[in-house]
């Protein structure tokens, strides 16, 4: 079976950091995608990993352990335009297959 | 500018009317997707495709068609709509295999 596990709700401050958490347990591994959605519109790519350790993008870093089957996305100096939810996806063959998780809601308040 | 279409956004419908929701992309991607997102459970898969005439299952396929005759297109056909195909769906396609997707607008249906 296919799990994917993330907060549902989490809320922050503007300027804050934050960290969303998700857990997967997947029959496959090939990389974990971190997605954002803002209300009414389609996800849009953050990051990707697909080996252990932590890649960084501006104001935005995941982490992976592959081992703990454990990634995270990192939001620093967080603004308002932030508030969105952030979708955590696994691909788990060597093809197109993916499994996104329920997605966290995030709200930045000033 | 490079993007995924669908039409229609909105769509009201009746059950067992058969109906087809296009996908279009002008990136020349290789591969395409299509999602359904509802409440609580996130994105599901329903079919993707690798390439022309090349399709597969995702994770939830019970109810509906793909084709894929050409590299822009990608419909998405329900043949008999049921009330719990009530959803938001959204297509997407990605350059390479397995890499990030971009996302069309999305189409709300609603099936009663």
């Known amino acids: 079976g296919q799990n994917i596990d993330q907060p549902t709700e989490m809320t922050a401050t503007e300027g804050a950091i934050v960290q969303i958490n998700c857990t997967y347990q997947?029959?496959?591994?090939?990389?974990l995608f971190w997605y954002q959605q803002h209300a009414g519109e389609a996800p849009t790519f953050l990051s990707y990993?697909?080996?252990?350790g932590l890649e960084e993008k501006g104001r935005f870093s995941s982490f992976l352990s592959r081992s703990k089957g454990y990634s995270y996305l990192l939001l620093k100096e967080l603004q308002m335009k932030d508030s969105a939810s952030y979708l955590c996806?696994?691909?788990?063959?060597?093809?197109?297959?993916?499994?996104f998780g329920p997605g966290t809601r995030l709200s930045v308040l000033p | 500018e490079a993007q995924v279409t669908q039409n229609p956004r909105y769509l009201i419908t009746v059950t067992g009317k058969k109906l087809t929701v296009t996908c279009s992309q002008n990136?020349?991607?290789?591969?395409m997707s299509w999602y359904r997102q509802d409440p609580g459970l996130g994105l599901r898969q329903i079919y993707y495709?690798?390439?022309?005439?090349?399709?597969d299952k995702g994770d939830v396929p019970e109810g509906y068609k793909v084709s894929r005759k050409e590299k822009r297109n990608f419909p998405l056909i329900l043949e008999s709509p049921s009330p719990n195909q009530t959803s938001l769906y959204f297509c997407?396609?990605?350059?390479?295999?397995?890499?990030?997707?971009?996302f069309g607008p999305g189409t709300r249906l609603t099936v009663t």
């Open positions: 997407a396609s990605s350059l390479l295999v397995g890499n990030e997707q971009y």
């Open positions: 997947t029959s496959g591994f090939n990389g």
């Open positions: 990993n697909v080996l252990d």
């Open positions: 996806a696994v691909r788990v063959d060597y093809g197109q297959n993916f499994v």
């Open positions: 990136m020349n991607h290789e591969y």
């Open positions: 495709s690798m390439n022309v005439e090349v399709t």
